[in-house]
């Protein structure tokens, strides 16, 4: 079956750099788009962008530009979602999903980076 | 960018119940809809998409209408494990999600 597995929590200081990852099982990787989301505490859903999982091409939606890197390494079917200059207002969960067309139809299950001095 | 707008914010409806769900958008996105249900600390879960079409093994009390900028979700006869978070996501111009709608007990 379909899995998303993500790395574990992180507990960083301010201006720290953090990198999550996805790893992807049950299905080809490279035939699905992998996106990221992010959640704020008691917060609704924000899409971070997406990345193409055939060419590596990423694309960042409006507030994700600079601080945020997409990557992947296609040989261990794993996406990468690095935060660098990592600010208080960056706690959140983020997730990694998949998509083919519009939806997003598997998720990981949430890597809590906290930003706390 | 394309704003979606959920109502209400919290639903409070007895198990047994129908709920009916809301999300406007702010320029038409077709069927282009999706719907995520999201327990607490959990992922969320694609329900419906196509505005529609019900995700692989989503039960048929879960129903979703609508098109253009006007969308439902109606769950019919709402069991206990329902009771969640529900988002709405157009995917017409890049992505946004709706704010989300708690639907409580």
């Known amino acids: 079956q379909v899995q998303l597995v993500q790395s574990g929590s992180e507990l960083k200081k301010p201006g720290a750099s953090v990198k999550v990852s996805c790893k992807a099982s049950?299905?080809?990787?490279?035939?699905?788009?992998m996106n990221w989301v992010r959640q704020a505490p008691g917060q609704g859903l924000e899409w971070m962008g997406w990345?193409?999982?055939?060419?590596?091409?990423?694309t960042y939606a409006q507030g994700f530009t600079g601080r945020f890197v997409f990557s992947l390494d296609t040989s261990v079917s794993t996406a990468y979602l690095q935060i660098s200059n990592l600010k208080a207002e960056d706690t959140a969960v983020y997730y990694c999903?998949?998509?083919?067309?519009?939806?997003?139809?598997?998720w990981g299950q949430g890597t809590l980076v906290t930003v706390s001095s | 960018e394309i704003v979606m707008t959920q109502s209400p914010a919290t639903l409070s409806v007895s198990p047994g119940e129908r709920a009916t769900l809301s999300c406007r958008a702010s320029?038409?996105?077709?069927?282009?809809l999706a719907w995520y249900q999201q327990k607490p600390g959990q992922a969320p879960r694609l329900l419906i998409y196509?505005?529609?079409t019900r995700a692989t093994g989503i039960p048929a009390r879960f129903s979703g209408s609508g098109s253009g900028t006007e969308f439902t979700l109606t769950i019919s006869r709402l069991q206990s494990e329902d009771f969640a978070v529900y988002h709405c996501?157009?995917?017409?111009?890049?992505?946004?999600f709706g704010q989300g709608t708690k639907l409580e007990i």
């Open positions: 999903a998949r998509s083919y067309g519009g939806d997003l139809d598997s």
């Open positions: 049950g299905y080809t990787f490279t035939s699905y788009s």
């Open positions: 990345i193409n999982t055939n060419t590596g091409n990423p």
């Open positions: 320029q038409t996105v077709g069927s282009n």
């Open positions: 196509g505005a529609s």
């Open positions: 996501q157009q995917s017409n111009d890049w992505y946004t």
